[in-house]
């Protein structure tokens, strides 16, 4: 009787390791296998340099900058996510920026982006990446625009193309002077203006 108990002891402590070894050895395996199969080991130095190139800062989501200019003019500044340099915590990197300046004569002048940055101490702006924007009957597009608080100018370069009520123009450069309320327009080496204007 006690040998057969001794017996069944045994069995039961030999199941009982066999399945913990079986449980252990099934899961824990699996767990390394799969997490090597998802990310490669030419991914993992991929994610690595990733990472040692990202600048780090802070991270913001839905911002809003507002404020008045040295010309007097009031303005809201947008972005869904921005990041901040710890090197130059003046300088804010934006993504899909949207801008509103109040001009003192009642127009609006609306700019969107998909990239931007913000000089918090200047307020300066800077639109880059498919840039539109919406002055009273005038519609733009181009690649790039700068706003100068500290000099009281917009430039937008690059592939600029305006429609208006009074026609359509094809240019490199438009230089728009706030304080003399002037607009310049270029072009860059030898390429020509395209200009449609409505006589009507």
């Given at each position: 009787m006690i040998e057969r108990k001794k017996k069944l002891r045994i069995i039961q402590i030999s199941l009982l390791v066999l399945g913990l070894l079986i449980i252990f050895f099934t899961y824990v395996k699996k767990d390394n296998t799969s997490f090597e199969k998802i990310i490669t080991s030419e991914n993992q130095k991929k994610i690595k340099q990733q990472m040692e190139n990202q600048t780090e800062?802070?991270?913001?989501?839905n911002i809003e900058y507002s404020g008045l200019d040295l010309s007097g003019n009031r303005y809201i500044l947008n972005?869904?996510?921005a990041t901040t340099d710890e090197k130059?915590?003046?300088?804010v990197n934006m993504k899909f920026v949207t801008a509103k300046f109040y001009f003192k004569d009642g127009t609006v002048l609306n700019i969107a982006s998909e990239a931007g940055?913000?000089?918090n101490k200047t307020l300066d702006m800077f639109f880059d990446g498919n840039v539109k924007a919406n002055y009273i009957d005038s519609k733009l597009s181009a690649d790039k625009?700068?706003?100068?608080?500290?000099k009281s100018f917009l430039i937008i370069?690059?592939?600029v193309t305006?429609?208006?009520?009074r026609g359509s123009m094809v240019a490199d450069k438009l230089f728009f002077d706030i304080?003399?309320?002037?607009?310049?327009i270029a072009a860059f080496k030898e390429n020509k203006i395209n200009a449609n204007i409505n006589l009507k």
């Open positions: 800062g802070d991270i913001f989501y972005s869904k996510e130059n915590q003046d300088m940055v913000y000089n625009a700068e706003y100068s608080n500290s370069t690059n592939n305006i429609q208006d009520s304080k003399k309320q002037t607009l310049k």
